[in-house]
């Protein structure tokens, strides 16, 4: 199978006029982390019978490239607990300044240290680190067994390999609201940016969110009494809205999708690990790439592709209370 892109072909519209550059692909639901707003304890994970191998992800990838996507991001899950996923960051990254314009990764930072120099020699230039805590019981508690000096330590590899880091932290109340100016202090001192994200209702898990639900809103009138933050205008192409921290180079970013709901401008599709293309986080409408690849080869797939586009929602729906669909965050990948 050959997808890699040559020109423009069949470019990515939805139904609302907005045109689609990112794709966000889940190349594992497992995680060696079990965060308690994210999974429940006790989760099951999908066979690896049911998965794309990884050759199906790069063809598929390679397709997006060349109907007009210019983000990638792989995720999880962890991405980096699946075997040989090396291989398919290489093959992708030989795209970036040939139609893709970044390959990026989300990662809980617990084997960052082991990969960094490789992600770097294949094109990655930049990563997102989930972390809610700074402390290490309260971060063991958040994750149930996590250790923050492993993950530190992976950070500091990463930056040290020439990583740009983005710290990932999800706004907790009474569990992390505390840490939030700390960390912010934190990631200024060390040269980092940090993105704020309120918990999303996705998935069941053994706690009621409705009683960690933060608003940013507050959260960011909380935190410009104790830094000077800029607007900045600078996108990464996903949903964060981004200030500038004490005239520096670190960056503030807000995901709001409670408080402040950011669909208008959405141009992100979503990608399984085993090949379902969900076209919005908070909707079940999806299309199977991996079944319409292996059935119909490119033709299928970009039928397929325009399907989804076709079925693409306005905006989601989330309320704190339920959930919004049953899958959990690893499925579809953050």
């Known amino acids: 199978m050959n997808a890699a892109p040559t020109t423009l072909d069949k470019p990515m519209v939805d139904t609302h006029g907005r045109t689609i550059r ?21 989760m099951t994970f999908l066979p690896k019978s049911k998965l794309m191998s990884l050759e199906e992800i790069a063809v598929v990838s390679e397709r997006f490239i060349a109907r007009g996507v ?18 398919l960051v290489q093959r992708l990254g030989r ?19 082991e990969h960094a120099q490789q992600m770097v020699d294949a094109g990655i230039r930049r990563v997102n680190v989930s972390m809610d805590s700074l402390d290490p019981d309260r971060f063991r508690y958040i994750t149930r067994h996590g250790d923050v000096a492993q993950v530190i330590g992976g950070i500091k590899a990463g930056r040290d390999a020439g ?21 912010l202090a934190w990631c200024r001192d060390e040269g980092f940016d ?22 940013l809103t507050k959260v960011f009138d909380d935190l410009g009494r104790q830094f000077t933050l800029t607007r900045d205008a600078r996108t990464t192409g996903g949903p964060a809205r981004y200030w500038r921290v ?26 399984t690990t085993e090949g379902k293309l969900y076209m919005c986080l908070g909707h079940d409408d999806q299309v199977d790439l991996k079944q319409a690849l292996r059935d119909g080869g490119i033709d299928g797939l970009d039928a397929a592709i325009d399907a989804g586009l076709y079925a693409k929602p306005k ?20």
Do not use: W
């Open 22 to 42: 990112y794709l966000r692909i889940s190349v594992t639901d497992r995680c060696d982390l079990r965060c308690r707003y994210c999974m429940s304890e006790k």
């Open 70 to 87: 210019t983000k990638i991001r792989l995720s999880g899950g962890e991405p980096l607990v699946r075997r040989d996923v090396g291989e």
């Open 95 to 113: 795209h970036v300044g040939s139609g893709l314009e970044e390959l990026t990764m989300t990662t809980n930072g617990t084997r960052l240290a």
């Open 163 to 183: 990583l740009a880091i983005k710290i990932n932290m999800v706004a907790l109340k009474g569990l992390n609201e505390d840490e939030i100016a700390p960390m």
């Open 194 to 215: 940090l993105s704020l994200i309120e918990t999303m209702p996705l998935g069941a898990v053994d706690e009621d969110r409705t009683d960690r639900f933060l608003p």
């Open 246 to 271: 004490d005239g520096g180079p670190t960056r503030l970013g807000l995901i709001s999708p409670l408080t402040a709901n950011f669909c208008d401008g959405c141009n992100r599709v979503r990608l």
């Open 315 to 334: 905006r989601h729906d989330f309320q704190i209370g339920t959930p919004a669909v049953s899958r959990h965050m690893s499925v579809t990948g953050g």
